[in-house]
T-cell receptor, first 115, second 113 residues
């Protein structure tokens, strides 16, 4: 079974641009979560999608948005990029809406550098 | 609100020695606790979890963790460290009835030969 796939692996953008990251979950998984990883802050939750609906949202500005398609693939968009958006963006999938003892399966991430 | 703290940014241990990576948590209800490991240029991999039952949980690669409710801790342990255990370790918590998983800031484990 293929794992969680994130594309692209690396991105370099300049301030003010926008970017779209893609995540394909494990086949059969319907929940997709996004996290931002930075050296100083660790992993911070962005949002979770289940059955094409955003179910939870973290404390990030509206410049960060996402969506999920009917095949459970998800995209994350960041508009008007700032230097502080440079980070590793991780996608994680699980079979059901997160909760209880449900564990997450992570992709390798997209490393975004904003110049 | 739920939170998790990993008090050590880095833990150094010699190969063959026991290792401990510390984690404390705060939840209002019953906790669901997890440990994940991240190798360079990779995503996080699940190591083990505590849901209920036995306070000592065994996981992948010889790791185990002990749940201590009175101290609100969930420390990761291994009896004999390997150089290949060197990686970034994350503790995570989820409060019962709450779906989001909250991660600590991570602890870098360095095992020297």
């Amino acid at each position: 079974k293929a794992g969680v796939t994130q594309t692209p692996r690396y991105l370099i953008k300049t301030r003010g641009q926008q970017v779209t990251l893609s995540c394909s979950p494990i086949s059969g998984h319907r929940s997709v979560s996004w996290y931002q990883q930075t050296p100083g802050q660790g992993l911070q939750f962005l949002f979770e999608y289940f059955s094409e609906t955003q179910r939870n949202k973290g404390n990030f500005p509206g410049r960060f948005s996402g969506r999920q398609f009917s095949n459970s693939r998800s995209e994350m968009n960041v508009s008007t990029l700032e230097l502080g958006d440079s980070a590793l963006y991780l996608c994680a999938s699980s079979p059901a809406l997160g909760g209880g003892g449900e564990k997450l399966f992570f992709g390798s991430g997209t490393q975004l550098s904003v110049l | 609100a739920q939170s998790v703290a990993q008090p050590e940014d880095q833990v150094n241990v010699a190969e063959g020695n026991p290792l401990t990576v510390k984690c404390t948590y705060s939840v209002s209800g019953n906790p669901y606790l997890f440990w994940y490991v991240q190798y360079p240029n990779r995503g996080l991999q699940f190591l083990l979890k505590y849901i209920t039952g036995d306070n000592l949980v065994k996981g992948s690669y010889g790791f185990e963790a002990e749940f201590n409710k009175s101290q609100t801790s969930f420390h990761l342990k291994k009896p004999s460290a390997l150089v290949s255990d060197s990686a970034l370790y994350f503790c995570a918590v989820r409060d019962e009835g709450y779906s989001t998983l909250t991660f600590g800031k991570g602890t870098m484990l360095l095992v020297s030969p």
